[in-house]
């Protein structure tokens, strides 16, 4: 299984951005995908998920209402619309999955991840 992202970029705050992640190769149908990002000196943090089976979403407290995670089945994808950002939200945004995790469980477990892709850099210019 690969994943690979794209859509980072330079925005200003209260812009908006919108990641991809596509996936090639076998994923199990109860898998659940999404997103962790990294800030320069911080840890890793999960930023949002939605599960194969049933369309389920997660968000972290500090995207919730700004960021909107979606998925197109027939082409394997996840999309994440992210509005009004912030210059917090710069980081490095990776898009990952997992065939047994989901829901908060796959926010707070970065390393129960099976499959990650290459980050992208999300900068928010104040």
């Known amino acids: 299984v690969q994943l690979q992202a794209s859509g980072g970029g330079l925005v200003q705050a209260g812009g908006s951005l919108r990641l991809s992640c596509a996936a090639s190769?076998?994923?199990?149908?109860?898998?659940?995908m999404g997103w962790f990002r990294q800030a320069p000196g911080k840890e890793r943090e999960g930023v949002s998920c939605?599960?194969?089976?049933?369309?389920?979403?997660y968000y972290a407290d500090s995207v919730k209402g700004r960021f909107t995670i979606s998925r197109d089945n027939f082409k394997n994808t996840v999309y994440l619309q992210m509005n009004s950002l912030k210059p917090e939200d710069t980081a490095v945004y990776y898009c990952?999955?997992?065939?047994?995790?989901?829901?908060?469980?796959?926010?707070?477990?970065?390393?129960?991840?099976?499959?990650w892709g290459k980050g992208t850099l999300v900068t928010v210019s104040s």
């Open positions: 990952a999955t997992s065939n047994y995790l989901s829901g908060s469980s796959w926010l707070d477990h970065y390393y129960g991840m099976d499959y």
């Open positions: 190769g076998r994923l199990l149908s109860r898998h659940s």
């Open positions: 939605i599960s194969r089976s049933d369309g389920s979403t």
